[in-house]
């Protein structure tokens, strides 16, 4: 069981039905007996993974006994967001080499062309002359 | 157990240690034992959080037999940012909503004011006023 916010977020989303649900409640919030419907589970699973949300604090439940109306709570999404800020970063980063890597071997090839004085034949112009 | 990518990644990242491992890799690749240092954690313990880490494609190990080296995979993480752009949106959205609203009510207060003939004192300018 994990006992910091983040890693309960984390395993909260480690599930497929659970991120479902959660598409769902984007929309607008719904009672438990709808939410069943289109995962064809049972009324007892569905709440399982409800109770996980809940703890999470990613989804909240009205309070009205006969009909308990679930909601997203998005904002507990954010900590995930902030967490992820430095990797994006990251792999921005690593992109923008990657990007200045490849421009830099265009240019190197750009600059063996015209030492050659001209245009070179590719690979393909080459085979084509020799079958002539 | 996980079976499917993205719950596989959020499962990874629902552990502390294991998000700390990442953060030391984000600055550069390292050995297992350099690794385990800071963490006052046996060496079996470390393996067992690369091994979840490394089949959730977060890091990949080197094969040199004395000294594997671990790096973070940091485009693994980028299907959790995809995922969470929707509710990017969605917390965007309502934050909005919350700062249409306070701007509507600030536009109610001025316009109850004007309507009173001029400015109205506030309630510290009246306490003020008393105390002379």
Redo the contacts between chains.
């Keep these: 069981m ?1 006992t ?1 916010q ?3 977020t ?2 909260a ?4 039905t659970r ?1 479902a649900i ?2 769902r409640l ?1 929309l607008g919030e719904t009672s438990v007996t709808e939410l069943a419907g289109p995962f064809a589970m049972s009324m007892p699973a569905v709440s399982k993974h409800l109770k996980v949300l809940e703890r999470a604090g990613l989804i909240a439940r009205g309070r009205e006994a006969q009909w308990r109306p679930c909601r ?1 709570e ?2 507990a ?2 900590p ?2 902030e ?2 800020e ?3 970063r ?2 921005e980063q ?1 992109f923008d080499r990657l990007d200045d890597y490849l421009r830099e071997l265009q240019a190197q090839e750009q600059d063996k062309e015209k030492k050659q004085g001209g245009r070179a034949k590719t690979k393909k112009e080459k085979s084509r002359g020799a079958k002539k």
Tied chains: 1, 2.
């Design positions: 994990p910091d983040l890693s309960a984390f395993s989303l480690a599930d497929p991120r959660l598409a984007a997203i998005v904002q999404l954010k995930v967001d967490w992820l430095n990797y994006r990251l792999w690593r």
